[in-house]
Structures are given as C-alpha cells and as structure tokens.
Nanobody, 111 residues
C-alpha cells in the first residue's frame, strides 16, 4: 500500500501563495496518477487537481488559473502551487494515489 505524506500548509493572507508537497512511498510513483483534494470545515471533500503519469493535468473550475499541479519523478514528489489564494480556499488538503490518502495538511487563508 502506498503511504503519502503532505506538507507545506499554513496560514496565508488573501492573495498570497503556498506550495504543498506530497511524497509517496514506493517505487510506483512515476507510474501513478496523483491527485489533490480538499475538505473545508462542514463541507464534503472535493477534487482540486490531478496529474497523470505522463504529465497531463486537470483542475477543478474553482482553482483553474490559480493552482498548478506538477510532479518531479526524480524527487518522488508531487506539488500543488497555489497562487492568488482566497478565503474560500481554506481547507484541509489531501494527496491521493492508488486508493491511498495522506493525513492532510491544513491551509488557512485569512487576513
């Protein structure tokens, strides 16, 4: 089973940026699609972005143009660059691959 660990969350002002990282265990990373989801307080978990093994990406409409998902197969890491953050981006962000989920990292966007 893949083990995933997210990092990079924190408190940021509206309009600011954060970069989340996810480092999965195992040698399957380069062959696996990786995705980010988020769950805001009192809401259901929702899709944010995904990147295929070949690099094809897809985003939720709410983050298009502001968030960028990328992967570094050599470093065994997937990133989520989040720019122009809004208070509604406040949530716990989760990395997922092959049916496994990380514990999440909290992002708070507040003045």
């Amino acid at each position: 089973q893949v083990q995933l660990v997210e990092s990079g969350g924190g408190l940021v002002q509206p309009g600011g940026s954060l970069r989340l990282s996810c480092a999965p265990s195992g040698s399957i990373f380069s062959r696996a699609a990786m995705s980010w989801y988020r769950q805001a307080p009192g809401k259901q978990r929702e899709f944010v972005a995904t990147i295929a093994s070949g690099g094809t990406t897809n985003y939720a409409d709410s983050v298009k143009g502001r968030f960028t998902i990328s992967r570094d197969n050599a470093e065994n890491t997937v990133y989520l660059q989040m720019n122009s953050l809004k208070p509604e981006d406040t949530a716990d962000y989760y990395c997922t691959a092959l049916g496994s989920w990380g514990p999440g990292t909290q992002v708070i966007v507040s003045a």
